[in-house]
């Protein structure tokens, strides 16, 4: 089989197949590592971003947390915006 012909048969998978098969791919492409070593365990978060390809660097601190609130005060909230 070349690589023309899988091509092909991929094109014609359902997306959600097409989308396993990335999984499996990146998967692949990975290193293995079975068991994190220390070193791994005492990085920094600044010091792990650095072993992510640079991607998914890019997308470091795409997403704004907002800071957590009492679930009891966003349930009012909601209350009160829905009956007012």
Do not use: C
């Amino acid at each position: 089989m070349t690589f023309q012909d899988i091509q092909t048969q991929v094109r014609q998978l359902p997306d959600a197949d097409k989308w396993q098969l990335v999984r499996i791919l990146l998967d692949e492409l990975q290193p293995h590592e079975t068991t994190p070593s220390m070193a791994d365990i005492s990085t920094t978060p600044s010091e792990a971003a650095d072993d992510l390809s640079p991607w998914i660097q890019q997308l470091i601190g795409i997403a704004q947390l907002e800071p957590v609130t009492d679930p009891t005060e966003l349930y009012i909230d909601y209350l009160e915006e829905k009956y007012s």
